[in-house]
């Protein structure tokens, strides 16, 4: 009889504990969106398709990681015990740093279609390589959740060296437009993209800044 009693316990404890890989998949789809989303705007200032014309899409990819983490946050709601590997702060924490990706990279699509900005400066261009490659390396982190431990967060250092060479992009960028451009305006316009350019970069930072201290603080 206590045999079956231990055993419909811990039935019932595994209906109440969370499939990690839930939270994992949810974590997932927002990164590939954010680089689905990082790709566009790599799109756009290497001269593909106009800014007016992707703005669909990048609202489309939007919405889905708005979904996506309002999902996170509604089976967290219902969970009564976290996963293993991240308590829901973290949780919380992650699904923010990703949508703030996604939106930052979707005010840079957007305020070059409401500025009419045409010629791309280099330093733009390059920061949405490097933003690429950001998404790129916080995409496949996020894909392997299920299997990573504190001693295999290289991507760390990587999406670190990332956002370094996005600060040394951007400040000499910036020299190269006060020295270049004589429209006070057009200055400022370019500043603005940049600077939604730099913050979409630095929240790929703080993804993966936030899974490292989650790895480490349950390892």
């Known amino acids: 009889m206590a045999r079956g009693a231990a055993g419909g316990i811990q039935r019932l404890m ?12 949810l974590f997932e789809h927002m990164a590939e969106r954010a680089y689905q989303g990082a790709l566009l705007l790599q799109e756009l200032f290497h001269g593909g398709r106009s800014a007016e014309v992707l703005q669909g899409p990048i609202m489309d990819l939007e919405h889905e990681v708005d979904d996506l983490k309002h999902e996170c946050i509604n089976r967290l709601n219902n969970t009564f015990v976290t996963p293993i590997m991240f308590d829901r702060q973290d949780i919380l924490d992650l699904a923010d740093e990703l949508d703030s990706v996604v939106d930052f990279t979707r005010a840079a699509v957007d305020r070059t279609a409401l500025y009419k900005v045409t010629t791309v400066p280099p330093a733009v261009v390059e920061m949405s390589d490097i933003l690429v490659a950001a998404t790129s390396a916080m995409h496949a982190a996020a894909g392997s959740l299920a299997k990573l431990r504190s001693a295999e967060t290289t991507f760390v250092a990587e999406v670190n060296a990332l956002e370094n060479r996005a600060d040394s992009v951007l400040k000499q960028g910036l020299a190269d437009l006060f020295a270049n451009e004589k429209d006070a305006i ?12 730099e913050e979409a970069i630095d929240h790929c930072e703080d993804t993966v800044n936030t899974i490292e201290a989650a790895l480490v603080k349950n390892s």
Do not use: A, M, N, S
Request: glycine share 4%.
């Open 14 to 25: 595994q209906f109440f504990l969370p499939k990690e890989e839930e939270f994992f998949g």
């Open 186 to 197: 057009t200055i400022l316009k370019w500043k603005e993209i940049l600077d939604y350019v």
